[in-house]
């Protein structure tokens, strides 16, 4: 689950989306839900307040390990993966479980992968939403299978989050261990694929958005699903 926010450039605004995230772990805890958290650094002051986004995510982190709820930092634009990655890194070496999403498209992604997989940080893989070095979406297909066949060779859990019909018929190849991967989707997509993997024993979750601020989501959503008309592709049903 992740509250839509927008980039907060003072500390007061980040400090209430602190709050804000607290309120929802505090929620998915009593209401023993099966769901974990994703935060986005840049609601917390990420682009400008970098010294209170770490203090801010240090104790997030710390929150939903005292609640046992699962504590996920998203991805963002370039300007944040050295941030994003790490406050993720910080967390594990805690010793609480953080995992971080990594963007297929950017060139730096299978060094980073290799880095938070030594400091035991999972890994949600996401081909990219924001500006990367790929564009092309053949290569980056390839790119992603490579950087699955990464984690793979680690024997740790991790989460393919994708609706390109193809990659997921090749990783259902792949993977045999279905305890040790997980298929995460966005809410409204590929719901027939959900189900069908459910019903096939496979480990699903989706990706809840919610709240006001949802309209740099709902733009980078359009323009992907703009992008795969234009190749004329589809996302799995």
Not at 95 to 118: C, F, H, I, S, W
């Amino acid at each position: 689950m992740d509250i839509l926010g927008r980039y907060n450039q003072d500390e007061e605004k980040a400090r209430q989306s602190r709050d804000a995230y607290v309120e929802l772990a505090s929620e998915i805890e009593r209401r023993r839900l099966k769901a974990s958290m994703a935060v986005k650094p840049s609601t917390l002051g990420g682009t400008v307040g970098r010294q209170y986004t770490k203090t801010f995510v240090r104790s997030l982190c710390e929150r939903t390990a005292d609640l046992g709820v699962g504590f996920e930092l998203d991805m963002e634009g370039q300007r944040m993966v050295d941030l994003t990655l790490q406050m993720a890194e910080d967390c594990a070496a805690s010793g609480m479980k953080v995992t971080v999403a990594l963007q297929a498209y950017l060139n730096r992604t299978p060094q980073d992968l290799e880095r938070m997989l030594d400091a035991g940080v999972r890994i949600r893989l996401v081909k990219g939403a924001y500006a990367g070095d790929i564009r092309d979406f053949t290569i980056i297909a390839e790119v992603y299978k490579d950087l699955i066949e990464m984690i793979i060779s680690r024997d740790v859990p991790f989460c393919v989050a994708t609706h390109d019909p193809d990659i997921l018929d090749w990783v259902q190849q792949r993977m045999h261990d279905r305890e040790i991967m997980e298929l995460s989707f966005l809410k409204g997509l590929s719901d027939d694929t959900k189900d069908h993997m459910v019903s096939d024993g496979w480990r699903v979750s989706e990706y809840v958005p919610f709240g006001s601020n949802r309209e740099g989501y709902e733009s980078r959503r359009k323009a992907y699903l703009r992008t795969l008309d234009e190749l004329g592709r589809v996302p799995a049903p």
